[in-house]
């Protein structure tokens, strides 16, 4: 039963019990004290007429007078016992009712003041209610939503002393050498220090882009973007860079693309994190970004014939911070947060990004991008 109907009916049942209750004590009292008083007024009259030595024979006018007399007041009496009962018992329904309905407001108001107070395991227990009930699990998926959010700020901050430990472990090593005279300054010094102070400042601002996308105050351009353009571009310019691996990047798409609508910058930033990822986990082999219109979708797979990641590793690859354990003999200096700013700027723009990989065979991060003017852009809410 709803609450609006609860309501109504509360109000309807106090209404008629406060009625029957009062029609009933009211003609009860009436029904019973009225003839006995009035056979007591008789007996009176009689008892009179015999002390005087009359037959009895009450006068009529005097008689009728008396009765109404009794009437009145025992009609008071019984319209104010009438109202007293009713008024007891209507004040005990409505107590019993107004507390079955506040109970369950009391236990969200408990819930909400242990929450409060630093107890993140509180919830509101469900309600027959079912306005009430709603709003308690609206509120436990809130608890629920902020007990993550303390979760993941605990663990940031962990990892983030992690991350930051390393590097700042160097730099101090090496300044405090270079204050006693240990080593004499090189390049190679300098080299290195300037190696661990970029990657400091690759993670702070790969965090401060994370946070903005997670806060949604990350500024996007959404706009008709030509695809083939732009992965073309992205695909020339890290083959135009100088790897370590023997590994070959292809690309293998139809030069008559359909226009997306994304962010240029943003498109541009998960190709080259993917590809990029791609080309560190692969010593050799090949990387292939292929492309395909599936439906209103723009679908873009980067795949490589690397190390590959295990399957009980592939659930936590969009977390920040993960890396593979396999991956641990590469050397590789980055952030550790590029694929969770990937999937969150993918998912801001309206798309999916989904991985399949399997150990030494290779992994492939497959995601989309709505195609523009199309249903999936409208319905995504990105246009």
């Not at 004290?33 to 009450?58: C, D, H, I, M, T």
């Not at 990892?159 to 700042?168: I, S, Y």
């Not at 359909?258 to 791609?278: E, K, M, S, T």
Request: aromatic residues 6%.
């Amino acid at each position: 039963m709803n609450l609006h109907l609860r309501l109504w009916l509360t109000n309807l049942l106090v209404l008629v019990v406060g009625l029957v209750g009062a029609a009933t004590v009211g003609h009860g009292y009436k029904s019973k004290q009225f003839p006995k008083q009035v056979s007591r007024l008789e007996s009176r009259y009689q008892s009179k007429e015999s002390n005087e030595g009359k037959a009895p024979n009450p006068d009529i006018q005097t008689f009728s007078l008396d009765a109404i007399a009794l009437f009145d007041r025992i009609n008071d009496q019984g319209t104010a016992l009438a109202l007293a009962t009713t008024l007891i018992g209507v004040s005990g329904l409505s107590l019993g009712l107004t507390h079955s309905i506040l109970r369950p407001l009391r236990q969200i108001d408990q819930a909400a003041k242990r929450f409060n107070s630093g107890d993140m395991a509180a919830r509101v227990p469900p309600s027959k209610i079912p306005e009430i009930h709603q709003l308690g699990l609206t509120l436990n998926s809130v608890a629920n939503h902020l007990q993550g959010l303390e979760e993941r700020r605990q663990q940031l901050v962990g990892d983030l002393a992690h991350e930051l430990g390393t590097p700042l472990t160097i730099i101090q090593a090496y300044v405090e050498m270079l204050e006693s005279g240990v080593i004499p300054i090189s390049s190679d010094i300098w080299k290195e220090l300037l190696e661990e102070t970029a990657r400091m400042s690759r993670l702070l601002e790969d965090l401060v882009t994370l946070s903005k996308i997670e806060s949604g105050g990350m500024p996007l351009r959404l706009q008709a973007v030509s695809s083939y353009p732009l992965i073309r571009r992205v695909v020339r310019i890290f083959k135009a860079r100088k790897w370590q691996n023997t590994c070959t990047l292809e690309l293998d798409c139809p030069t008559q693309l359909p226009q997306v609508f994304a962010d240029p910058d943003r498109f541009r930033r998960i190709l080259n994190n993917l590809i990029n990822n791609a080309l560190t986990y692969t010593p050799e082999g090949t990387v292939a970004v292929q492309v395909e219109v599936v439906d209103d979708d723009l679908w873009i797979a980067v795949k490589d014939t690397g190390i590959g990641i295990s399957q009980a590793d592939l659930p936590h690859v969009f977390e920040r911070f993960w890396r593979s354990k396999d991956s641990r003999h590469l050397r590789y200096d980055g952030s550790g947060i590029g694929l969770a700013i990937t999937k969150r700027l993918v998912e801001v723009m309206g798309g999916a990004i989904e991985v399949s990989s399997e150990l030494d065979e290779g992994t492939t991060f497959r995601f989309s991008l709505p195609l523009a003017g199309s249903k999936s852009e409208r319905a995504k809410g990105v246009g």
